[in-house]
C-alpha cells in the first residue's frame, strides 16, 4: 500500500464521531505520523483500536490506561502543538 493511501486510510480511521477525539487524532496524523518510527506508528495503531468511551476519559485527563505504552502515545498526542 502506497504511503498516500495508507494516510488516507488513517485519516478514515481517525473519525471517532467526537470532533474533540478528531481533532487530536488529526492532529498527530498530520504533525506527527510522517516522522514517527515502527514502534510509535504501531503504538497509533493500537490507540486507534480502542473504544471511544475510553480515548475520551484517557484524553480528558479522567483516567490513564493501564497500559505504559499506550498511555506514551497518549501524552504524546496531548503535548502536540494546537
Request: hydrophobic content about 45%.
Amino acid at each position: 500500500m502506497s504511503e498516500d493511501a495508507e494516510v488516507r486510510r488513517l485519516r478514515w480511521r481517525c473519525r471517532r464521531g467526537m470532533r474533540e477525539l478528531d481533532q487530536l487524532m488529526l492532529r498527530y496524523l498530520d504533525g506527527r505520523w510522517p516522522a514517527a518510527d515502527e514502534a510509535e506508528r504501531a503504538l497509533f495503531l493500537r490507540l486507534l483500536d480502542c473504544e471511544d468511551d475510553k480515548l475520551w476519559r484517557w484524553f480528558m485527563g479522567r483516567e490513564r490506561p493501564e497500559d505504559t505504552d499506550l498511555a506514551a502515545i497518549v501524552a504524546i498526542i496531548l503535548a502536540l502543538p494546537h
